[in-house]
Structure formats: C-alpha cells, structure tokens
C-alpha cells in the first residue's frame, strides 16, 4: 500500500525487453541498501517489485498487462518517474491509501496557471469516469490529489506549487496520458452496487 506521497523522482536509465516482457532499470535517490529484493516501489502509480539493485539503481520487471493499461509502454531512457515506497504501519498517511493499481490512462486537456498553483483538467476513460467525485481523492501518476471539479468525463485538479515542484508534475501538457487510480473506497462501493 502507498499513500500518494511522492519521495524521489526517478529517471529511467535502461529499457530492455524480455521473454518475461521488459526491464527497467532506475535511478533514484533511495539508499538502495535499505531496499530488498522482492520489494514494492510505486512508479508513476503502478506497484512493481524490484528484481536487482545496484549502485544508485534498481530494476523492476513489467508484464505485458501492465505495459498495455498504463503509461509505461511508453517508458523510455531518460523518463522521469514519480516514486514511493511502500508504507509501513505507523507512517503518515500524509495522502490516501493507494494500492498501487492503476485503472486506467487519463489525458490532460488544459493546464492553467492561477496564482502559484496550476489546474489541470484530465478526461478519465469511460465507465472509470463514474467514480470521480468531487472533494474525493484520485491518484495522478501516483500523485495523492483532491478532485475539485467534475464534468461528465472530465475533471480537475489543483497542483500548489510543492506538489508542482517535486513531482512530475510539473511536466504536464495538454495531451500527455497520466496514470489514474481512483479512490479505493470508490472502487469496492462500485463493485459491491454491481453484484447487490
């Protein structure tokens, strides 16, 4: 579990496919001497185990699955990747709880300066735009962030500029493909009123 507090942004330094799909490597700024193998490090949002370590890296396998419902596909050298590692009991849930699990790719249509913030509104994919409410939490390349608007499909964030300055992001464009996940308690309510 995660709680959309991003502690290091990484930069992707090797890409290499597989028989078991592709490999990143990453560079982080994590003491990787604290970090095992088998361990679970959020990526852009999406939960991945790291496989080997080295020197100021680690390397993370990704199935064909993930690669063809989230933005990693897409990964390449030099990319810059939002990282948190897993929570431990007794941390600060500074965000929300987040599984790791992304739902699906979101497309950002506009990003606006209003005072030192900016707001960004994302089209979510149809049917997941149905569990994005306003005031409640979506997690955006792996970003914990509270929903301010909804419109149909769309909706909208506001980045202050901590948030704008330590993650990726930053970066936005309109048309960029992020990663979403909606809220869990959203997910399970979504679930329990199909099958009720």
Not at 41 to 65: D, M, N, P, Y
Not at 112 to 117: I, N, P, Q, V
Request: net charge negative.
């Amino acid at each position: 579990m995660f709680t959309g507090i991003v502690t290091d942004v990484g930069r992707v330094r090797a890409v290499r496919d597989t028989n078991r799909d592709r490999r990143f490597e990453i560079e982080t700024a994590y003491d990787v001497d604290t970090i095992e193998i088998g361990a679970s490090i959020s990526h852009a949002g999406c939960c991945l185990t790291v496989v080997e370590k080295g020197r100021g890296w680690f390397a993370v396998e990704v199935s064909g699955e993930t690669l063809a419902i989230t933005t990693l596909g897409e990964w390449r050298v030099g990319r810059r990747v939002n990282l948190e590692r897993a929570a431990r009991v007794g941390d600060e849930l500074g965000g929300h709880i987040v599984s790791g699990h992304v739902d699906g790719v979101g497309e950002v249509l506009t990003v606006t300066s209003e005072g030192g913030s900016h707001r960004v509104r994302i089209r979510a994919p149809r049917p997941l735009h149905r569990h994005v409410a306003p005031k409640g939490s979506i997690a955006v390349e792996g970003v914990s962030l509270t929903v301010n608007e909804v419109e149909d499909d769309v909706f909208g964030v506001n980045l202050i500029p901590h948030t704008w300055d330590v993650t990726t992001l930053g970066e936005l464009v309109a048309g960029a493909q992020v990663n979403l996940e909606i809220d869990m308690l959203a997910r399970y309510l979504a679930r329990w009123r199909e099958t009720a």
